[in-house]
């Protein structure tokens, strides 16, 4: 059984940073491809950053230079670290992984195109607010 937990979502004003966790459990942690969404109200769900088991990462325009995903096997946790927040980051962030054993060019294709479609485990999201 796959279970993905998001935590660390928060109310912050602008120019605030926030770290998101991903708690991983049950998942077979070969050759697969993890992101994280958002999705604010009125809006579509986007991808802000995915990562491949072998380290690729791949980041939504509107993020770089502010977000930085990573993961600690150790501790069988992912990590979104965001900074310089603006209201426009303001959303419901759910953490995501895709089916394991996958080929390397799946599983990049996958990171690099950063659509829901590509990931078959979702966490039950957590609120980012960033204020004025």
């Known amino acids: 059984q796959v279970q993905l937990v998001e935590t660390g979502g928060d109310s912050v004003q602008t120019g605030g940073s926030l770290r998101l966790s991903c708690a991983v459990s049950g998942y077979s942690a070969t050759h697969y491809a993890m992101a994280w969404f958002r999705q604010a109200p009125g809006k579509e769900r986007e991808g802000v950053a995915g990562l491949t088991s072998s380290g690729i990462t791949k980041y939504a325009d509107s993020v770089i230079g502010r977000v930085t995903i990573s993961q600690d096997n150790t501790k069988n946790t992912l990590y979104l670290q965001m900074n310089s927040l603006k209201p426009e980051d303001t959303a419901m962030y759910f953490c995501?992984?895709?089916?394991?054993?996958?080929?390397?060019?799946?599983?990049?294709?996958?990171?690099?195109?950063?659509?829901?479609?590509?990931?078959?485990?979702w966490g039950q999201g957590t609120q980012v607010t960033v204020s004025s």
């Open positions: 995501a992984a895709s089916r394991f054993g996958m080929p390397a060019t799946q599983r990049l294709a996958v990171v690099k195109r950063l659509q829901e479609a590509g990931f078959d485990y």
